[in-house]
């Protein structure tokens, strides 16, 4: 066994970003992840690494476009009203197939909002990031090891599909500690860019990075192509973890914290008798259609446990295709449903048998 | 198998977060599960800061802690607010230079121990937290030293070696002490 050592979320997400090759990151301090950005300070400049605190997010997330550009991995992290100034940029690193690791460590919103974790950036992240037409590959890590996985996971995938790659994370995901064992992470080497801007040493045509196109069949085109990619993702990339779901009479649906809350409500609920197990997406987008197609032959309900006002429970109904009863069980403003409120949806989704109350 | 769900609190700079961490990397030497939750707000400077910890035989769910199997209190704030939540059969430690009043509770244990007291006679007035974590450990049958001694290696940096067998000293008081 890995030899494993105690760190923060946000600790294990920078730790996990330098041991993929990342040397560039840039970022503007907020809670609740300002521990990615003071890990950086502190070791970039150790490894010949870039570390720069920009004097904005947008700042932060333009730099991120220059490295993308030039075709090293690169990253910036912020929190929820960080990454709504971020999304100017994310569209235009979408517009320009630029790859990038973009995290978020959500709290509570909107505005300012408060600093206590939240995943009400869920329609941000897989829905909205930005204007125009696209996607990002949307992560949600569900302890400390998986924050460093996915973030290692992240690169691979942003430069295998030339996009953004968001860890979508939340306050609780980022301050707490867990053991991590870091020597086994998947590190995949960067693959060749030869898009990249950088210098053609006369030898080669310019290369041109740009999401301006004045010419609506060629704009259209981009966008076509963009969204067979989209389509490749989808059938190839899509990530998920079942918990009792075997014989499962109702079905949980979280990610994140969400979904470990909802592990000890399921786990009482089983010793009661009741047969309930949970559907976790790890991939938000693309969001794992199928296993909820299967549950929903098999469930009599299912309910999505969210920190929000319910926002992935629209893609849960989508995939189950309205044949059964979603129902929401949630808390949000920084609050975390307790496994207790999660055992009672559990217990009256056994009690009326599907019916909607 | 055995769960066992702790919640550290007291004042910012007393050290809560620091034991609490130190009894997470206990349970790692020792190949549990664990995990570390800090409070963390506005509400950390100066005021109560608060961490929850869990070690566990098995994968631990949801890391926060709200009914504790043993409650830490290092201040009178701490106690007053997490008393009732302690689960029935728990055990409270209680700082006692700190805290004067006794549990309302019946249905819990409460060990008291002057920990601030205690480290300020010893000539060590920042280690009440190792002073109380010696009790502690003890108190659930945990007090190794080998065992201690290899978690404090894993938090204390090489650097400062040197406070290695300073807060092992603290921890031996404390769980050294008879009221």
């Known amino acids: 066994m890995a030899d494993k050592v105690l760190m923060k979320g946000n600790e294990a997400i920078a730790e996990a970003a330098i041991r993929a090759g990342c040397r560039h990151y840039f970022g503007y301090p907020i809670t609740p992840q300002t521990e990615i950005a003071a890990y950086m300070a502190k070791r970039m400049p150790k490894i010949g690494g870039v570390f720069l605190q920009a004097e904005s997010e947008i700042a932060a997330i333009n730099m991120v476009y220059g490295v993308a550009a030039a075709g090293l991995r690169v990253m910036t992290s912020s929190s929820s009203p960080g990454i709504s100034l971020k999304s100017e940029g994310l569209s235009y690193l979408a517009g320009a197939d630029l790859p990038s690791l973009v995290v978020n460590v959500q709290r509570g919103g909107p505005g300012l909002g408060g600093i206590q974790p939240s995943q009400s950036d869920y329609f941000q992240a897989t829905k909205g990031g930005g204007h125009g037409d696209f996607r990002m590959i949307v992560l949600a890590p569900s302890s400390v090891q998986e924050m460093a996985e996915l973030t290692v996971k992240g690169f ?25 064992a870091l020597d086994d992470l998947p590190v995949t080497p960067m693959p060749e860019k030869p898009w ?62 969400a979904a470990r ?14 047969k309930v197990g949970m559907i976790r997406p790890i991939t938000l987008w693309p969001f794992p259609k199928a ?17 929000s006002m319910g926002q992935m429970i629209e893609d849960v109904r989508l995939a189950t295709e309205c044949r059964v009863p979603v129902t929401l069980c949630n808390r949000v403003g920084g609050m975390i449903p307790s496994p207790e409120q ?16 | 198998m055995s769960t066992t769900k702790f919640l550290f609190s007291g004042f910012g700079g007393q050290g809560i977060l620091f034991v609490g961490k130190l009894m997470a990397y206990k349970g790692l030497t020792e190949d549990k599960q664990v995990s570390w939750l800090p409070s963390y707000g506005p509400e950390m400077r100066g005021g109560t800061a608060s961490c929850s910890v869990i070690v566990s035989d098995t994968p631990v ?6 009914n504790p199997d043993v ?30 009043r006794d549990i309302e509770r019946t249905d819990v244990r409460l060990v008291k121990i002057p920990a601030t007291q205690m480290a300020s006679d010893n000539g060590t007035p920042t280690l009440a937290n190792m002073i109380l974590l010696g009790k502690i450990l003890k108190e659930l049958g945990q007090f190794d030293v080998e065992k201690v001694e290899a978690a404090l290696k894993k938090v204390i940096s090489a650097k400062r070696a040197d406070m290695l067998e300073v807060n092992l000293k603290a921890m031996q008081l404390g769980a050294d002490y008879e009221a």
């Open chain 1, 156 to 180: 691979a995938l942003a430069d295998t599909y030339r996009m953004t790659a968001m860890i979508l994370a939340d306050g609780t995901m980022g301050q707490m500690m867990e053991p991590v």
């Open chain 1, 291 to 307: 296993p909820f197609r299967r549950a929903a032959e098999q469930v009599k309900e299912v309910i999505s446990v969210e920190l």
């Open chain 1, 342 to 357: 999660v055992l009672d949806a559990i217990l009256k989704a056994a009690k009326n048998g599907g019916k909607e109350a």
């Open chain 2, 61 to 66: 769910g949801s890391p926060i802690v709200s």
């Open chain 1, 261 to 274: 809350v909802s592990k000890n409500a399921i786990d009482e609920a089983r010793a009661m008798g009741i």
């Open chain 1, 196 to 257: 990249a801007v950088t210098g053609t040493g006369m030898k080669r045509p310019h290369n041109v990075v740009n999401s301006l196109f004045l010419s609506p069949e060629k704009l259209e085109e981009t966008n076509f192509e963009r969204y067979d990619r989209y389509r490749v993702i989808e059938e190839k990339e899509t990530m998920y973890e079942e918990y009792r779901m075997e014989d499962a009479e109702i079905c949980i649906a979280a990610f994140g914290i």
């Open chain 2, 71 to 100: 409650l830490v209190a290092m201040n009178l704030p701490s106690l007053d607010r997490f008393e009732s939540a302690v689960v029935p059969g728990g055990v409270i430690f209680a700082d006692s230079s700190l805290i004067a």
